[in-house]
């Protein structure tokens, strides 16, 4: 039963930007640290951003620090992922996710998770 909905991938290529959306299809999550996490073929899924429910905080994986942004919309209730200056490496599915446990950068703090949304940077 899918609860979150990520739209916005696609195919770009180097140094180019795309905006991520994710928003619930069944259930609201206004009171959830909302993330985004990627997999990249072979690899396991790794985070890359996170936000706090009242979105007073985010975080960032290293290798996204500056180009990424992510952020909330409690009205409609969507969690956005600008990505800028974008890479090859950056190729992957994009998972949005809700959960309430600590800390927001580990995966299994996370209860919801959406289906992907595929991203290719070429070069």
């Known amino acids: 039963q899918v609860q979150l909905v990520e739209s916005g991938g696609g195919l770009v290529q180097a140094g180019g930007s795309l905006r991520l959306s994710c928003a619930p299809s069944?259930?609201?999550?206004?009171?959830?640290?909302m993330g985004w996490f990627r997999q990249a073929p072979g690899k396991e899924r790794e985070f890359v951003a996170a936000?706090?429910?009242?979105?007073?905080?985010?975080f960032y994986t290293t290798s996204v620090e500056g180009r990424f942004t992510i952020s909330r919309d409690n009205a409609p209730n969507t969690v956005n992922l600008q990505m800028n200056s974008l890479k090859p490496e950056d190729t992957a599915v994009y998972y949005c996710?809700?959960?309430?446990?600590?800390?927001?950068?580990?995966?299994?703090?996370?209860?919801?998770w959406g289906q992907g949304t595929q991203v290719t940077v070429s070069s």
């Open positions: 996710a809700a959960g309430i446990a600590e800390p927001l950068m580990e995966k299994v703090n996370y209860a919801y």
């Open positions: 936000i706090r429910w009242n979105g007073g905080s985010t």
């Open positions: 069944r259930r609201t999550f206004g009171n959830y640290n």
